[in-house]
Protein backbone atom coordinates (compact mmCIF):
# COMPACT_ATOMS: atom_id res chain seq x y z
CA UNK A 1 0.00 0.00 0.00
CA UNK A 2 1.24 3.72 -0.72
CA UNK A 3 -0.23 6.94 0.24
CA UNK A 4 -3.20 7.42 2.35
CA UNK A 5 -5.77 4.64 2.45
CA UNK A 6 -9.09 5.16 4.31
CA UNK A 7 -12.07 1.95 5.54
CA UNK A 8 -14.92 1.98 4.99
CA UNK A 9 -14.94 3.92 1.82
CA UNK A 10 -18.91 3.96 2.21
CA UNK A 11 -20.67 3.65 5.27
CA UNK A 12 -24.07 4.31 6.04
CA UNK A 13 -25.34 4.34 10.09
CA UNK A 14 -28.59 4.93 11.89
CA UNK A 15 -28.50 7.73 14.63
CA UNK A 16 -28.21 5.59 17.43
CA UNK A 17 -24.87 3.26 15.63
CA UNK A 18 -21.46 3.36 17.01
CA UNK A 19 -18.40 3.12 13.83
CA UNK A 20 -14.88 3.97 13.22
CA UNK A 21 -13.19 5.29 10.47
CA UNK A 22 -9.66 4.53 9.64
CA UNK A 23 -7.05 6.23 8.19
CA UNK A 24 -3.59 4.75 7.61
CA UNK A 25 -0.30 6.90 6.23
CA UNK A 26 2.53 4.64 4.57
CA UNK A 27 4.36 8.20 4.06
CA UNK A 28 6.21 8.10 6.93
CA UNK A 29 4.68 11.61 7.88
CA UNK A 30 3.89 12.57 11.62
CA UNK A 31 1.42 15.08 10.83
CA UNK A 32 -2.42 13.17 10.01
CA UNK A 33 -5.46 15.71 10.22
CA UNK A 34 -9.37 15.14 9.48
CA UNK A 35 -11.88 16.82 6.94
CA UNK A 36 -15.40 17.14 6.30
CA UNK A 37 -16.34 17.65 3.13
CA UNK A 38 -20.45 18.22 2.57
CA UNK A 39 -22.19 19.40 -0.70
CA UNK A 40 -21.40 22.91 -1.72
CA UNK A 41 -19.60 24.13 1.05
CA UNK A 42 -15.45 24.54 1.36
CA UNK A 43 -13.67 21.85 2.59
CA UNK A 44 -14.24 22.07 6.81
CA UNK A 45 -10.83 21.02 9.08
CA UNK A 46 -12.02 18.92 11.46
CA UNK A 47 -9.05 17.92 14.07
CA UNK A 48 -5.31 17.80 13.86
CA UNK A 49 -2.47 15.61 15.11
CA UNK A 50 1.10 16.19 15.33
CA UNK A 51 3.47 13.33 16.76
CA UNK A 52 0.41 11.37 18.13
CA UNK A 53 -0.45 14.70 19.94
CA UNK A 54 -3.85 16.40 19.09
CA UNK A 55 -2.80 20.20 18.15
CA UNK A 56 -6.23 21.14 16.81
CA UNK A 57 -9.90 20.70 17.15
CA UNK A 58 -12.00 22.75 14.99
CA UNK A 59 -14.94 23.06 17.64
CA UNK A 60 -16.11 19.54 16.47
CA UNK A 61 -19.59 18.56 18.31
CA UNK A 62 -18.05 15.54 20.91
CA UNK A 63 -20.66 12.97 19.35
CA UNK A 64 -16.90 13.02 16.88
CA UNK A 65 -14.29 11.35 18.72
CA UNK A 66 -10.87 10.98 17.02
CA UNK A 67 -7.82 8.99 18.58
CA UNK A 68 -4.79 8.90 16.94
CA UNK A 69 -2.72 5.55 18.69
CA UNK A 70 0.84 6.20 16.41
CA UNK A 71 1.72 8.49 13.72
CA UNK A 72 0.48 5.92 11.06
CA UNK A 73 -3.13 5.90 12.18
CA UNK A 74 -5.69 7.76 12.90
CA UNK A 75 -9.22 7.22 13.87
CA UNK A 76 -12.83 9.18 13.65
CA UNK A 77 -15.06 7.38 16.12
CA UNK A 78 -18.75 7.75 15.63
CA UNK A 79 -21.39 7.93 18.29
CA UNK A 80 -25.15 9.20 17.70
CA UNK A 81 -24.38 10.84 14.46
CA UNK A 82 -27.41 13.15 12.89
CA UNK A 83 -28.43 13.17 9.43
CA UNK A 84 -26.70 16.68 8.52
CA UNK A 85 -23.65 14.88 9.26
CA UNK A 86 -23.85 12.97 6.33
CA UNK A 87 -20.26 13.67 4.12
CA UNK A 88 -17.42 12.49 2.71
CA UNK A 89 -14.86 12.65 5.72
CA UNK A 90 -11.47 13.21 4.47
CA UNK A 91 -7.87 12.29 5.96
CA UNK A 92 -4.74 13.88 5.22
CA UNK A 93 -0.79 13.42 6.24
CA UNK A 94 1.84 15.52 5.78
CA UNK A 95 5.44 16.05 7.45
CA UNK A 96 5.58 17.14 10.67
CA UNK A 97 4.83 20.17 12.05
CA UNK A 98 8.32 22.45 12.04
CA UNK A 99 7.15 25.64 12.11
CA UNK A 100 6.88 26.15 7.88
CA UNK A 101 4.14 26.44 5.98
CA UNK A 102 5.43 24.75 3.03
CA UNK A 103 4.37 21.40 3.52
CA UNK A 104 2.23 19.88 1.46
CA UNK A 105 -0.94 17.31 2.76
CA UNK A 106 -1.74 14.19 1.15
CA UNK A 107 -5.16 13.19 0.78
CA UNK A 108 -7.11 10.00 1.32
CA UNK A 109 -9.90 8.88 -1.06
CA UNK A 110 -12.07 9.75 1.44
CA UNK A 111 -14.78 7.50 2.98
CA UNK A 112 -18.98 8.72 2.20
CA UNK A 113 -20.80 8.73 5.61
CA UNK A 114 -24.78 8.38 4.84
CA UNK A 115 -26.49 9.23 8.25
CA UNK A 116 -30.09 7.89 8.32
CA UNK B 1 -8.43 35.05 9.37
CA UNK B 2 -7.20 33.62 5.97
CA UNK B 3 -9.87 33.16 3.41
CA UNK B 4 -9.64 31.45 -0.53
CA UNK B 5 -11.81 33.06 -3.34
CA UNK B 6 -12.30 30.85 -6.54
CA UNK B 7 -14.37 31.58 -9.67
CA UNK B 8 -18.17 29.67 -9.35
CA UNK B 9 -18.27 26.35 -11.19
CA UNK B 10 -19.43 24.78 -13.35
CA UNK B 11 -17.11 25.94 -16.10
CA UNK B 12 -17.59 24.12 -19.54
CA UNK B 13 -15.11 24.23 -22.32
CA UNK B 14 -14.81 22.11 -25.37
CA UNK B 15 -11.78 19.64 -25.57
CA UNK B 16 -8.44 21.58 -26.40
CA UNK B 17 -9.92 24.73 -25.18
CA UNK B 18 -7.88 27.15 -22.75
CA UNK B 19 -8.76 26.84 -19.56
CA UNK B 20 -8.17 29.34 -16.54
CA UNK B 21 -9.58 29.00 -13.19
CA UNK B 22 -9.12 32.08 -10.84
CA UNK B 23 -8.16 31.96 -7.47
CA UNK B 24 -7.60 34.96 -4.80
CA UNK B 25 -6.48 34.47 -1.15
CA UNK B 26 -6.27 37.10 2.15
CA UNK B 27 -4.09 36.22 4.49
CA UNK B 28 -1.52 37.94 7.21
CA UNK B 29 1.64 37.37 5.98
CA UNK B 30 3.46 34.99 3.67
CA UNK B 31 1.37 31.47 2.90
CA UNK B 32 1.98 28.89 0.56
CA UNK B 33 -0.18 28.20 -2.15
CA UNK B 34 -1.89 24.77 -3.41
CA UNK B 35 -4.00 23.52 -6.37
CA UNK B 36 -5.57 20.44 -5.41
CA UNK B 37 -7.74 18.10 -8.09
CA UNK B 38 -10.41 15.92 -7.15
CA UNK B 39 -11.78 13.32 -9.77
CA UNK B 40 -15.66 11.51 -9.30
CA UNK B 41 -15.43 9.57 -6.57
CA UNK B 42 -11.80 10.10 -5.32
CA UNK B 43 -10.20 12.51 -2.51
CA UNK B 44 -8.03 15.33 -3.08
CA UNK B 45 -4.38 15.14 -5.28
CA UNK B 46 -2.17 17.48 -4.97
CA UNK B 47 -1.43 19.15 -8.62
CA UNK B 48 0.87 21.86 -7.98
CA UNK B 49 1.80 24.29 -5.35
CA UNK B 50 4.20 27.63 -5.19
CA UNK B 51 5.49 28.69 -1.49
CA UNK B 52 6.73 32.22 -2.48
CA UNK B 53 5.95 35.23 -4.39
CA UNK B 54 6.83 35.25 -8.00
CA UNK B 55 6.92 31.20 -8.09
CA UNK B 56 4.86 29.21 -10.56
CA UNK B 57 3.94 25.91 -10.20
CA UNK B 58 2.93 23.52 -12.69
CA UNK B 59 2.25 19.95 -13.46
CA UNK B 60 0.66 18.28 -16.13
CA UNK B 61 0.40 21.12 -18.50
CA UNK B 62 -1.57 23.20 -15.46
CA UNK B 63 0.31 26.06 -14.05
CA UNK B 64 -0.29 28.79 -11.27
CA UNK B 65 1.80 31.74 -10.41
CA UNK B 66 1.88 33.01 -7.28
CA UNK B 67 1.33 36.75 -7.46
CA UNK B 68 1.48 38.90 -4.03
CA UNK B 69 0.90 42.18 -5.53
CA UNK B 70 -3.15 41.13 -7.19
CA UNK B 71 -3.20 37.91 -4.03
CA UNK B 72 -4.07 35.50 -6.83
CA UNK B 73 -2.90 31.97 -8.08
CA UNK B 74 -4.94 31.35 -11.02
CA UNK B 75 -4.75 27.92 -12.69
CA UNK B 76 -4.21 27.82 -16.31
CA UNK B 77 -3.78 25.14 -19.08
CA UNK B 78 -3.56 25.25 -22.58
CA UNK B 79 -5.35 22.93 -23.98
CA UNK B 80 -7.81 20.54 -21.60
CA UNK B 81 -8.38 17.19 -22.03
CA UNK B 82 -12.03 15.19 -21.40
CA UNK B 83 -9.74 13.44 -18.67
CA UNK B 84 -9.21 16.61 -17.05
CA UNK B 85 -13.03 17.27 -15.80
CA UNK B 86 -13.25 17.08 -12.14
CA UNK B 87 -12.92 19.53 -9.12
CA UNK B 88 -10.41 22.37 -8.69
CA UNK B 89 -9.22 23.57 -4.99
CA UNK B 90 -7.43 26.05 -4.36
CA UNK B 91 -5.73 26.23 -0.99
CA UNK B 92 -3.06 28.53 1.05
CA UNK B 93 -1.15 27.10 4.38
CA UNK B 94 0.48 29.67 6.16
CA UNK B 95 1.96 29.29 9.62
CA UNK B 96 0.21 31.05 12.45
CA UNK B 97 0.40 28.56 15.10
CA UNK B 98 -2.37 26.66 13.13
CA UNK B 99 -1.22 23.58 11.04
CA UNK B 100 -3.98 23.46 8.20
CA UNK B 101 -4.92 24.19 5.01
CA UNK B 102 -7.59 27.17 4.41
CA UNK B 103 -9.53 26.05 1.22
CA UNK B 104 -11.63 27.57 -1.54
CA UNK B 105 -15.31 26.51 -2.59
CA UNK B 106 -13.83 24.31 -5.61
CA UNK B 107 -14.60 24.80 -9.09
CA UNK B 108 -16.03 22.19 -11.22
CA UNK B 109 -14.56 21.58 -14.72
CA UNK B 110 -16.82 19.97 -17.23
CA UNK B 111 -14.60 19.24 -20.65
CA UNK B 112 -16.98 18.19 -23.57
CA UNK B 113 -15.52 16.13 -26.49
Known amino acids: ETGVTQTPRHLVMGMTNKKSLKCEQH?????MYWYKQSAKKPLELMFVYNFKEQTENNSVPSRFSPECPNSSHLFLHLHTLQPEDSALYLCASSQAWDGGSTDTQYFGPGTRLTVL | GNSVTQMEGPVTLSEEAFLTINCTYTATGYPSLFWYVQYPGEGLQLLLKATKADDKGSNKGFEATYRKETTSFHLEKGSVQVSDSAVYFC????????????FGSGTRLQVQP
Open chain 2, 91 to 102: ALSEYTGRRALT
Open chain 1, 27 to 31: LGHNA
